[in-house]
């Protein structure tokens, strides 16, 4: 049976289209993906993405599991700080990617991806099984909002106290810390999946409909509108940000995805996948993921052929128009032979090749 989030009634309210995304029921968009963008780029816009999974890992060997369970060394990030890593198979192949925040000496906030979540919950479970931590899956009973944009900041610090300001203010990317926002107690994170500055806010699901009216009124005079999933892949797509059953997958590395430098093959003692890993990168990759920038106007899609003088090198893991930049972008998986920025490729356009070229992801980054 599809899911349905704490704030699902909100998104009828508002109009918005619905779409099955990991077996929730998730709004598609409300009026306008291409104004949901631009409001991202241009001002704000808030997320419901309650559909992610939240397991928190606690105990005194919460740091040394983690460093067992995961490709990162996890137990090097300070705490109040978070850190990008993947959960992979013994054989290499990505069961997901994750961000995990570490809020204190021993206790961890690892978040998955929304159709990922039962699979990493009980995997990290399986391998617990010799460490003294708990694992405890709160997806259930988590919302998760994400206020995006550059004018997020000054939307937020419009719901937090004046003594809490300063929490919002100097928190750093990749960090996050409680907080009350209006009126309600929230672990604030400033990470997201949009290329913009913005925050990620989760909340008790008995909150969550008041925390996302509160946000949503106090960004009206400052261009904030509600935004689906398809302005979020557009958004992620524009700033070279993978997605989890696109450019990565089991039959994916961490290395094939140009993630390499995640895997922390430094760290001491064994982890799941150490020893597929550090042969792969002994090996080298025969493909590569690479952004691809359209020369014409059709955009390339999932699943098309990526060609070099007919023949075919590559298949396309994501594509369309950038709203932002103009032009088709693609992200594809090709020969490495094959990657260089500036080599010229076409894209298989159901039968018709359009010429596109190798550029260096992102195709968008802010200005700070």
Do not use: C
Request: net charge negative; proline share 4%; glycine share 12%.
């Amino acid at each position: 049976m599809t899911q349905k989030t704490a704030l699902h009634a909100e998104h009828g309210a508002l109009g918005a289209s619905f779409t099955d995304f990991g077996g929730w029921d998730m709004p598609l968009k409300y009026a306008s993906e291409l104004a949901e963008h631009q409001a991202v780029r241009e001002a704000a816009g808030l997320f419901d993405i309650s559909h992610m999974g939240e397991i928190w890992i606690e105990g005194p060997a919460a740091a040394e599991f983690l460093n067992y369970a995961l490709v990162g060394n996890l137990a090097a990030v300070k705490v109040g700080k978070a850190k990008y890593t993947m959960i992979v198979n013994a054989a290499g192949g990505i069961i997901d990617d994750l961000i995990v925040y570490r809020r204190g000496e021993t206790t961890f906030l690892v978040v998955s991806n929304a159709g990922n979540a039962p699979t990493v919950a009980a995997d990290l479970s399986e391998r617990a099984a010799n460490f003294e931590v708990e694992v405890r899956d709160a997806s259930a009973e988590t919302s998760m909002i994400a206020l995006q944009g550059p004018a997020a900041e000054g939307i937020l610090l419009t719901q937090v106290a004046a003594e809490s300001a300063s929490i919002v203010t100097d928190m750093p990317y990749y960090a996050a810390d409680d907080i009350t926002v209006a009126g309600i107690d929230v672990l604030l994170a400033r990470t997201g999946y949009t290329g913009e500055d913005g925050f990620e806010l989760y909340v008790s699901n008995d909150d969550a409909v008041a925390l996302w009216r509160a946000l949503l009124a106090a960004g009206d005079g400052s261009g904030l509108i509600p935004a689906g999933l398809a302005a979020r892949d557009s958004l992620r797509l524009e700033a070279g940000m993978p997605l989890y059953g696109n450019e990565l997958g089991l039959e994916t590395t961490p290395y094939d995805a140009g993630l390499g430098p995640i895997v922390s093959l430094k760290k001491e003692g064994d982890f799941v996948g150490r020893a597929a890993l550090e042969e792969a990168k002994a090996a080298g990759t025969s493909r590569r993921l690479v952004g691809l920038k359209g020369l014409g106007r059709r955009a390339g899609r999932t699943g098309y052929a990526v060609l070099k003088d007919g023949a075919e090198i590559g298949v396309v893991t994501s594509g369309q128009p950038s709203p932002t930049l103009g032009y088709p972008v693609v992200m594809a998986y090709v020969d490495a032979e094959f990657a260089e920025p500036g080599t010229a490729l076409d894209v298989d356009l159901r039968g018709k090749p359009q010429p596109f070229e190798v550029v260096a992801l992102p195709f968008y980054k802010r200005e700070k």
